[in-house]
């Protein structure tokens, strides 16, 4: 929501001046309305068009805590990688001490920490990482911001401060600063000093944008503060490594190069001089096994795709099984050459969101979003919308199953866990699988953990062995009448 407040940092990226809506009070009736324009959304880069990219996420899930952490892996940036994982564990280890014990939060309340990424500049020997990590913990709940450079031609991970050239600099950037926010803030709390610019990076016009964590220079309740700086503003305020940084940040298209022995695998261009794909379509795959007349189990996978994703897609193949995987559109926006491998090989893709939030603590406008920007890229990949939704935590209520029955697509969860996140053995894993499988049963698994996919060869042999024959979600439940919006758990009763 734009609170008043909010409003005074929508500046045009020239003029420093608010774009207003066309159409407000005294506007000919006729007139459209125009959006109005954020200045201080930060510019990304499409982390497909990296090559060599991969993503390192962490999940666990109780009556304890939630979690979902991710971070970007880029060859020939390796300090930067130290350097995330370290940023992610600061934010983790906090929350864990925080929620040692079930029943933090009153009522049935899980604690939540979401630590969520995007590339802010890949270009030349300049990368820029933006972490942004949303906790829910009752009062002490709030969203912070992060962004850290890495400079390779140094192979020196630099914080946003160091984009600004000594003290004079940072004296320059407060005042320029403090006029453009809002009178929600406390003036007095942005400060000359590194530690109050924790997150700087460029919009797409080539602004500096300055953003804030919760809590740090206004009241929670002001939301997101940010201020958009003309390059007149903040060009003479640049150190050598700032001007390198923003010319990364704004480069049309984005080439990195770090001196790696990354991988060529991925097109450089941007997702719109890609190869489009087939129209999108939101029907099931087609059937190849009749559950109703066969054994059947739904292998599922969660969070991917991840490093272990191509052996766990080798395996299936070695094996002819087929299985579902419920991707997380941040990681599947990093490894579209997986979400085509998965189709291609006959499994199905459903949707698990794309940022991993408990989506029953979150607007339906937001659920939306969130579900259909992964539809996106999956689409934008393979040509088809998942036709399958799994809120993250099987976390769920009216509001989601509203959102769901809107857009179409059942509600997946699962009646057998093999609680992978936990147990990092893979026969534990395995054991867990075989002993509670059933016919219909649908089985939770990760693909973000080596253990779980070195689980998958015992899994399917052992169920092999007792007659199970291995289906897609949509096959599992191919003989009963499904309705969107709905709850699913296994292939027989909901």
């Given at each position: 929501m734009l609170t008043p407040g909010r409003l005074l940092n929508l500046a045009t990226s020239s003029a420093g001046v608010l774009v207003v809506l066309a159409g407000c009070a005294g506007a000919p009736a006729h007139r459209t309305a125009r959006p109005i324009v954020d200045v201080t959304a930060v510019h990304t880069v499409d982390p497909g068009s990296v090559p060599g990219l991969s993503t390192v996420t962490r999940s666990e899930q109780n009556d304890r805590r939630h979690v979902f952490a991710g971070y970007p892996r880029i060859p020939g940036a390796e300090?930067?990688?130290?350097?995330?994982?370290?940023?992610?564990?600061?934010?983790?280890?906090?929350?864990?001490?925080?929620?040692?014990?079930?029943?933090?939060?009153p009522g049935a309340s899980v604690p939540?920490?979401?630590?969520?990424?995007?590339?802010?500049?890949?270009?030349?020997?300049?990368?820029?990482?933006?972490?942004?990590?949303?906790?829910?913990?009752?009062?002490?709940?709030?969203?912070?911001?992060?962004?850290?450079?890495?400079?390779?031609?140094?192979?020196?991970?630099r914080p946003s401060a160091a984009l600004i050239d000594g003290k004079a600099g940072l004296a320059g950037l407060t005042e320029a600063v403090r006029a453009r926010l809002g009178t929600e803030t406390n003036p007095s709390r942005v400060r000359a000093v590194p530690d109050t610019?924790?997150?700087?990076?460029?919009?797409?016009?080539?602004?500096?944008?300055?953003?804030?964590s919760d809590y740090s220079v206004a009241a929670g309740a002001a939301g997101r503060i940010a201020a958009a700086l003309p390059r007149a503003t903040y060009d003479p305020l640049l150190s050598e490594f700032g001007r390198r940084a923003r010319d990364a940040a704004v480069a049309t298209p984005s080439k990195l190069a770090l001196g790696s022995r990354a991988p060529a695998a991925r097109s450089s261009a941007p997702p719109s001089a890609r190869p489009s794909a087939p129209p999108s379509t939101r029907t099931p795959p087609p059937a190849r096994t009749d559950c109703t007349k066969v054994k059947c189990v739904a292998l599922t996978f969660d969070d991917g795709p991840g490093p272990y994703t191509a052996r766990l897609l080798d395996m299936l193949a070695e094996r002819k099984a087929r299985a579902t995987f419920f991707v997380v559109g941040t990681n599947a926006d990093a490894h579209p050459e997986l979400l085509r491998r998965e189709a291609a090989g006959g499994h199905e893709i459903g949707n698990h969101?794309?940022?991993?939030?408990d989506l029953s603590r979150l607007p339906a406008m937001q659920v939306n979003s969130d579900i259909q920007r992964t539809d996106e890229i999956v689409r934008a990949a393979t040509g088809r919308a998942p036709t399958l939704l799994r809120p993250p935590y099987g976390a769920t209520n009216a509001t989601v199953a509203g959102v769901a029955r809107?857009?179409?697509?059942?509600?997946?969860?699962?009646?057998?866990?093999t609680r992978d996140w936990h147990d990092h053995d893979a026969r534990i894993v395995a054991d867990r699988a075989v002993s509670n499988a059933r016919p219909g049963a649908i089985i939770l698994m990760h693909d973000i953990h080596r253990t779980s996919v070195e689980a998958v060869p015992r899994i399917l042999e052992r169920l092999r062995d007792k007659g199970?024959?291995?289906?897609?979600?949509?096959?599992?439940?191919?003989?009963?009448?499904?309705?969107?919006?709905?709850?699913y758990r296994d292939g027989g009763d909901r």
């Amino acid at each position: 929501m734009l609170t008043p407040g909010r409003l005074l940092n929508l500046a045009t990226s020239s003029a420093g001046v608010l774009v207003v809506l066309a159409g407000c009070a005294g506007a000919p009736a006729h007139r459209t309305a125009r959006p109005i324009v954020d200045v201080t959304a930060v510019h990304t880069v499409d982390p497909g068009s990296v090559p060599g990219l991969s993503t390192v996420t962490r999940s666990e899930q109780n009556d304890r805590r939630h979690v979902f952490a991710g971070y970007p892996r880029i060859p020939g940036a390796e300090p930067l990688t130290d350097a995330l994982a370290k940023a992610v564990e600061a934010q983790v280890r906090p929350f864990e001490a925080a929620t040692k014990r079930p029943g933090t939060l009153p009522g049935a309340s899980v604690p939540e920490l979401n630590v969520r990424w995007s590339l802010a500049a890949a270009s030349g020997d300049v990368v820029g990482v933006r972490l942004l990590a949303d906790q829910f913990l009752g009062a002490s709940g709030g969203e912070s911001r992060q962004t850290l450079w890495y400079d390779g031609s140094a192979r020196a991970v630099r914080p946003s401060a160091a984009l600004i050239d000594g003290k004079a600099g940072l004296a320059g950037l407060t005042e320029a600063v403090r006029a453009r926010l809002g009178t929600e803030t406390n003036p007095s709390r942005v400060r000359a000093v590194p530690d109050t610019y924790s997150s700087i990076a460029f919009n797409d016009d080539g602004d500096m944008v300055v953003e804030f964590s919760d809590y740090s220079v206004a009241a929670g309740a002001a939301g997101r503060i940010a201020a958009a700086l003309p390059r007149a503003t903040y060009d003479p305020l640049l150190s050598e490594f700032g001007r390198r940084a923003r010319d990364a940040a704004v480069a049309t298209p984005s080439k990195l190069a770090l001196g790696s022995r990354a991988p060529a695998a991925r097109s450089s261009a941007p997702p719109s001089a890609r190869p489009s794909a087939p129209p999108s379509t939101r029907t099931p795959p087609p059937a190849r096994t009749d559950c109703t007349k066969v054994k059947c189990v739904a292998l599922t996978f969660d969070d991917g795709p991840g490093p272990y994703t191509a052996r766990l897609l080798d395996m299936l193949a070695e094996r002819k099984a087929r299985a579902t995987f419920f991707v997380v559109g941040t990681n599947a926006d990093a490894h579209p050459e997986l979400l085509r491998r998965e189709a291609a090989g006959g499994h199905e893709i459903g949707n698990h969101t794309q940022s991993h939030r408990d989506l029953s603590r979150l607007p339906a406008m937001q659920v939306n979003s969130d579900i259909q920007r992964t539809d996106e890229i999956v689409r934008a990949a393979t040509g088809r919308a998942p036709t399958l939704l799994r809120p993250p935590y099987g976390a769920t209520n009216a509001t989601v199953a509203g959102v769901a029955r809107s857009l179409g697509m059942p509600q997946i969860l699962w009646n057998v866990d093999t609680r992978d996140w936990h147990d990092h053995d893979a026969r534990i894993v395995a054991d867990r699988a075989v002993s509670n499988a059933r016919p219909g049963a649908i089985i939770l698994m990760h693909d973000i953990h080596r253990t779980s996919v070195e689980a998958v060869p015992r899994i399917l042999e052992r169920l092999r062995d007792k007659g199970y024959t291995f289906a897609a979600v949509s096959e599992l439940l191919a003989g009963r009448t499904v309705t969107p919006g709905a709850r699913y758990r296994d292939g027989g009763d909901r």
